[in-house]
């Protein structure tokens, strides 16, 4: 049995694996603007990116902004996934190619169909100034709201998707026995439905959350030049500064934040509901 | 499960066969890698050089499209690498030179070269040759700054709060401008840092890209950035309307270049079209499309296209290039400020 993994474990080690050891070893090399890097075997990198005010600052909007969007997209994506959960038919087929239908565009082609939406000449302006509501085009552009938006809809399909197998798995007879002893909707929500589906939202959440924190192509073509997220940072130091040790040191921080807090917002939500 | 010899043996021999395939391509027809810009750079590339010039040599040219950061990346991350992918990098001079001095360049053998004597003198390299250049100069609108700046230091008349913007990506010439408006030079940008803040809180604006800012620059929502005189040209044919100024406090000049990396495969379709981006056509054609002006002596230029990109003589005598050495120890700092001090 253990041969099944075999195949999969291979390309992981010398895809994933390997890379990341790699570039471990670089956080732990010393920059030179002349020579680029310098071996050697310290935690300046990464001493450096917490001292620093500025990562700290850019660390704290991605983790907002992930905590964010991960919130708005479970609270949009509850709703429809339990009513595509429970869809019967040919129309539930429908529903859910129309819920994939989105995964179907990149993410930089998504972005560029904001820009057409929300740019000072995009869609919404054009009508707001042709209908005379504003005199001068709204900053709907280069701020947190379009990156979180732009975010949203780029993982909404995989919490619905996550949710709606979970929520399908719990019994309709469930809902209706607690609605039979005099539960409310609410109640029945409250007490039957979220604490079934928990191992989904569990699961989406986490999903969304990582999607989230990487973040590339939303916070740069949305968020503009002034709005920072910790993988356009880490591209910055890599690719502008030629700073690979400290590039590499701001990458495994995010790694790093993003490993602890989804591991221990999946076991402080199982433990919760477990009670 | 057991994985059977016969299973093995298969995946072996497609492994070994999808190894070998793009070294038996090569082999078949001449190829050469060319890492350039994608657009117009690109497109003029194929439509002047890459077809009409290569073709009938029988070498196959592919292009590896990527901006000028990625490309400088991946020479780095090859440069232990015994068998390079490019066989031809273009990058400007400045990149170019910190490329030399990372040791990633060939240093060009010049007999190699037909075309190398009609180089311009002053533009000749060990490690590159020049492939068009232009100068930096502040565009404006005419129509919005009705008294003709001079001077980067006319950014900074409270008269144009807000209407002066940037390109993010140009953030090292930006710079640049900024320290000759404070009294620096091509080899001290210090001064440039607390001009930058000034003009933050006169509210200049930054714009992603340069096609944002000149997107920008058509709304007439800015009136005014420190740019290449060539993009400039450009703008203008898509009717953005601007005029262009040298500004009276230096020259700075850019210098596309293209090179051969150390590990390049075919060093000699690399040096053909190294040639045929010298020949006088090819020039006239970047010329006459983008505004960039010939680095050879022998390309002229049609007097109309001329009037519009050329430098006078004296704006041509003050033109510099940049002091490479010093960007190369800046360029962090000089990036570190513009992100976490002037955009913050």
Partial sequence: MAALVLPAGILVLLLLVAPLLLLFRISLNLFSPTEMMVEATTAANYFQAVQDPYYRQVLLTTLAVALGSTLLTLGLGFPAAYWLARMQGRAKSFFTILVIFPLLVGNVVRAAGWLALLGNGGAINAALLGLGIVAAPLPLLYNTGAVVAGIVAVVLPYMILTLSAVIEGIPRQAEEAAANLGAKPLAVFRRVVLPLALPGVVAGCVLVFVLCMNTYASAVLLGGPQFKMMAPAVYDQFVRGNNWPFGAALAFILLGFTLVLTVAGSAVLSRRYRR | ?344
């Avoid at chain 2, 990058?91 to 490329?99: G, V, Y």
């Avoid at chain 2, 609108?141 to 001077?151: E, G, L, W």
């Avoid at chain 2, 993010?168 to 001009?195: E, V």
């Avoid at chain 2, 604006?205 to 009136?223: D, F, I, M, Q």
Wanted: proline letters at 6%.
């Fill in chain 2, 1 to 344: 499960m057991i994985i059977s010899r016969r299973a093995t043996l298969a995946g072996a021999a497609i492994a070994a066969a999808s190894a070998g395939l793009p070294g038996l391509a090569r082999a078949q027809s001449k190829q050469a890698v060319v890492g350039t810009w994608g657009g117009d750079y690109g497109e003029l590339l194929r439509q002047n050089i890459d077809v009409p010039m290569m073709q009938p040599q029988g070498i196959e040219i592919l292009q590896d499209v990527a901006n000028a950061d990625p490309r400088k990346t991946k020479m780095l991350a090859e440069r232990q690498a015994r068998r390079g992918t490019m066989d031809v990098s273009c990058l400007s001079d400045t990149d170019m030179n910190m490329m030399a001095a990372q040791n990633t360049l060939e240093t060009l053998d010049t007999s190699r070269l037909k075309r190398a004597g009609t180089i311009v003198q002053a533009l000749r390299k060990p490690y590159a040759i020049p492939h068009i250049y232009s100068a930096l100069v502040l565009l404006y609108n005419p129509d919005k700054v009705t008294t003709p700046p001079t001077s980067f230091a006319d950014m900074w008349d409270p008269k144009y709060r807000g209407r002066v913007g940037f390109s993010d990506i140009l953030y090292s010439t930006n710079t640049f401008a900024a320290a000759m408006a404070g009294g620096g030079g091509f080899s001290d940008y210090k001064p440039g840092q607390a001009k930058l803040m000034e003009l933050r809180s006169l509210d200049a604006k930054v714009y992603p890209s340069n096609e944002a800012l000149a997107a920008a620059l058509k709304g007439e929502e800015v009136w005014m950035t420190p740019m290449w005189l060539a993009r400039g040209f450009m703008w203008q044919k898509a009717s953005i309307p601007l005029r262009h100024v040298v500004p009276s406090e230096g020259a700075y000049a850019i210098v596309f270049e293209a090179g051969i990396p150390k590990n390049s495969r075919s060093k000699d379709q690399a040096y053909a079209y190294l040639d045929a981006m010298l020949q006088p056509q090819a020039q006239t054609a970047f010329a006459d499309r983008m505004g960039y002006l010939p680095t050879v002596t022998d390309a002229t230029l049609p007097p109309e296209i001329a009037k519009q990109i050329s430098l006078t003589e004296a704006e041509q005598a003050r033109l510099r290039a940049p002091d490479y050495d010093y960007l190369l120890r800046a360029h962090g700092e000089i990036l570190d400020f513009w992100n976490k001090q002037f955009k913050a």
